[in-house]
């Protein structure tokens, strides 16, 4: 109940920026939730069709609810990276980056756990970097003992994703 009360709080945060399809099925698995977010600049001159240069960026947000974490978990998320990135990023001349975030919601994680997705790395450039790159953010949110952790990419998620779960905790003890 608490990881589903944990999926639909981020749910409610990245439903006002992302598009968000709950659930859904990519490459063979179910998730929780799948978001996305693309923003694209460019600038011109005098017209529209005189573009200069462009950008484009994307983040792919999957969110699985998986009740606990262990080494195994942690080495078949590492594999799922390369299949997403085929099957999410289409890299091209304006492609700046994208990012593949998982996020997974585990009611409870293995000790030794940490270390492996500390030790998780998912980088691919596309043409030397001239149509962008790919990396692979990993984070997960052990609701037990309300401890968060994060690869190397996902470390800016922790800040966000300690706070929803002191937020989920007050709620647990109020209620």
Same mark, same amino acid.
């Given at each position: 109940?608490?990881q589903n ?8 945060d ?7 399809y709950a659930? =859904?099925?990519?490459?063979g ?5 799948y978001?996305y977010f693309?923003s ?10 005189a573009v ?7 983040? =792919?947000?999957l969110?699985i609810?998986?009740?606990s ?5 942690a ?7 390369p ?5 999410l990023?289409k890299? =091209?001349?304006? =492609?700046? +980056? ?18 492996i ?8 450039n596309?043409k ?5 790159y ?6 997960v ?7 968060? +952790?994060?690869?190397?990419?996902g470390k ?20």
């Open positions: 109940m608490i009360d944990f999926i639909k709080s981020l749910l409610n990245y439903s006002s920026t992302f598009d968000v659930p =859904h099925s990519l490459c698995r179910e998730y929780a939730a978001c693309t694209r600049g460019e600038r011109f001159v005098l017209i529209k069709r200069i240069w462009a950008a484009e960026t994307n983040e =792919h947000v969110i609810n998986a009740g974490f262990g080494a195994a978990a080495g078949e998320f590492e594999a799922m990276f299949k997403l990135e085929a099957e990023v890299p =091209h001349r304006e =492609h700046m +980056y994208s990012y593949i975030t998982i996020i997974a919601v585990c009611s409870d994680v293995a000790p030794t756990v940490s270390k997705i500390k030790k998780t790395r998912f980088c691919k596309y030397l970097t001239l149509h962008g790919c990396a692979g953010r990993l984070a949110a052990d609701l037990s003992s309300g401890n968060v +952790y994060a690869n190397a990419a800016p998620l922790l800040p966000y994703l300690k706070k929803k779960m002191k937020i989920i905790s007050d709620l647990k003890r109020g209620a």
